[in-house]
């Protein structure tokens, strides 16, 4: 099999108009598409970075915790690649979004820092 790429990547959430302002208002993805399944009583989101999909949003009643420490088997992170990772740092510093400080990756020499979405989802901002 060959693989083309990545389609999406689906993430969990515990509160819709919460994850709603940090992937769309703060780290700037749009909805594409969004479905209500009363079904399941549980909110579908496709988010795009530009014109491409790539994060699928769902919510649920009640669902649990992500385990972050000690890490789980599992997703580790979502990274997003930006071309200036300090404007990146500052701008979600001037949204009062929490972050760490800028690291440099050992093996490219590419900077990179990491933040958590509402529900404690790592996120990494990696410079290309």
């Known amino acids: 099999m060959?693989?083309?790429?990545v389609h999406h990547i689906a993430v969990i959430c515990s509160n819709r108009e919460r994850s709603l302002e940090f992937y769309c208002g703060v780290l700037g993805l749009r909805?594409?598409?969004e479905h209500f399944r009363s079904e399941r009583d549980s909110?579908?989101?496709?988010?795009a970075l530009g014109d491409r999909y790539v994060v699928e949003l769902f919510t649920f009643p009640?669902?649990?915790p992500r385990v972050s420490n000690p890490e789980a088997c599992g997703l580790r992170h979502l990274a997003f690649a930006v071309?200036?990772?300090e404007d990146a740092r500052d701008e979600l510093s001037r949204k009062g979004v929490?972050?760490?400080e800028l690291r440099t990756d050992e093996y490219t020499g590419k900077r990179f820092f990491f933040l958590r979405d509402p529900d404690g989802l790592p996120i990494e901002?990696?410079?290309t």
Do not use: N, T
Not at 2 to 5: A, E, R, T, V
Not at 43 to 47: F, G
């Open 125 to 127: 901002i990696y410079e």
């Open 83 to 85: 071309r200036d990772i």
């Open 31 to 33: 909805v594409v598409k």
């Open 62 to 64: 009640s669902p649990p």
């Open 98 to 100: 929490a972050h760490e």
């Open 2 to 5: 060959k693989l083309d790429g």
């Open 43 to 47: 909110w579908k989101l496709d988010l």
